[in-house]
């Protein structure tokens, strides 16, 4: 009886079985293949920009860039192909606004280490102008873990801590999907964000809640295409190869 129930049980879904590899064998291997629309092509190098890449700084001059507080020239010093924080100059930030993009940029904490905790090496990147990704000394610096290098600023903590070498560089490569706000700025999608720091996945597909905020919760405020800003939080954080590509 016991048996009979099991095969009464197992029937439909062998019938199931046998239809779905019936309809398969019908298909031919170029009935699910397709040639259009065709692929646009980036070349790339091995530490250049893809071809399809806005260059934001290349080393030479901050030409793309303006500062924030009063939006003339950007103050910050440009030398040996890098840029460093000018303290007390303010932020930066991109000339041109963006929206879905995908975004390298490289870092190097200051090579005098001072300060402790969110004074040691602290500078930040704004994702248009709102959601900071923290750029933070991480070497023997404990701090809050939502506020640690590559963290969603007081909303996210990276996954895991990655650790470079003394003085070395680190690269974040950072997936942007901004928020949708209808007419009325009603929030209508939340932004995400997905980061590798030095090629390690920290943040995945992260949802953004609001934007940073020092103190207090995050806020929904509507807006649109918005800059990159970089953080003159005092100290001498240098950056350089900094590329966008808009998606
Ligand atoms: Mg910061």
Redo the contacts with the bound molecule.
């Keep these: 009886m016991v048996k009979i129930k099991k095969i009464t049980f197992l029937l439909p879904l062998l019938s199931l079985l046998a239809m779905s590899m019936h309809a398969q064998t019908k298909f031919k291997p170029e009935d699910t293949e397709y040639y259009s629309p065709e692929l646009r092509t980036v070349t790339t190098t091995a530490n250049g920009a893809p071809s399809d890449a806005i260059v934001l700084f290349n080393g030479t001059n901050l030409d793309q860039w303006i500062a924030s507080n009063d939006r003339n020239k950007a103050q910050w010093l440009v030398h040996n192909n890098t840029v460093t924080v000018a303290p007390g100059k303010g932020n930066i930030q991109t000339k041109d606004t963006f929206e879905d993009f995908q975004l390298h940029i490289e870092w190097k904490s200051p090579e005098v280490r001072k300060g402790e905790g969110q004074g040691r090496g602290?500078?930040?990147i704004f994702l248009q102008g709102y959601y900071?990704i923290?750029?933070?000394d991480n070497r023997d610096n404990p701090t809050y873990v939502n506020g640690e290098a590559a963290s969603l600023?007081k909303q996210q903590p990276p996954l895991v801590r990655v650790l470079a070498n003394n003085d070395a560089w680190h690269s974040y490569d950072i997936v942007y999907s901004a928020p949708r706000f209808n007419k009325d700025g009603v929030l209508l999608k939340k932004g995400s964000v997905t980061v590798l720091h030095n090629g390690v996945l920290v943040q995945n597909n992260t949802q953004i809640e609001g934007t940073t905020e020092y103190i207090g919760l995050p806020k929904i405020i509507a807006h649109g295409a918005g800059p990159i800003i970089l953080?003159d939080?005092g100290d001498l954080v240098q950056f350089r190869n900094i590329w966008i590509r808009r998606l």
């Design positions: 602290n500078s930040g900071e923290q750029v933070l600023y953080q939080h």
